[in-house]
């Protein structure tokens, strides 16, 4: 059996400051990805965001990294990652500036009744899509929604009109 060499499995192999940079960038790099592009599949995780996620945790690792091996090095990229993410928590908290940028305003995607071509469209919802989510909150019509909004985190929110009809009793569908 060979000897543990401990030198290099307790010792850095590279610059705890390196580490931390390499893993500070990559992790405002993802930030800001997840934030602006990938928003409304957040919330859910399917196959192919499995694979997206795996794919995209193997190369920022290797982007974070370079050529680590050693635990201590393993360690110092860990606490960035969890280090950036409880600032920015922390941050988003204590000052409504900071909240705004790190979490995007809910997004209404149905307003009396009526789809809002504009904003399913900036995040590539299609019909079926959208009705998909109504049907999730049992939702079969879409004039029974006064308003339904994307959330930050994927996420739908429904608030149902009141009797489902558009204020004269005339129920309209808009699909």
């Not at 860990?78 to 979490?103: D, E, H, K, M």
């Not at 995040?123 to 909004?149: F, G, K, N, Q, T």
Request: a negative charge.
């Amino acid at each position: 059996m060979p000897a543990i060499d401990w030198s290099q499995v307790l010792g850095f192999t590279v610059s705890p400051l390196e580490l931390f940079v390499r893993g500070t960038l990559t992790y405002f790099f993802l930030f800001l990805l997840f934030r602006f592009v990938v928003r409304r599949d957040t919330g859910t995780l399917g196959l192919s965001d499995l694979l997206v996620l795996v794919i995209i945790a193997d190369a920022s690792q290797n982007a974070m990294a370079g050529d680590y091996q050693s635990v201590p090095d393993g360690c110092v990229l860990i606490a960035t990652i969890i280090g950036w993410a409880y600032a920015l928590n922390y941050l988003s908290y204590r000052f409504p500036l900071v909240q705004r940028f790190t979490l995007p305003q809910p997004l209404c995607i149905v307003k009396d009744g009526v789809k809002q071509d504009a904003a399913l469209k900036r995040e590539l919802i299609s019909d079926e899509e959208l009705r998909e989510m109504l049907r999730e909150h049992e939702v079969e019509d879409i004039a029974e929604v006064r308003r339904a909004y994307l959330e930050p985190d994927g996420q739908v929110t429904v608030i149902r009109r009141r009797g489902g009809s558009d204020g004269d009793g005339k129920r309209r569908r808009v699909f």
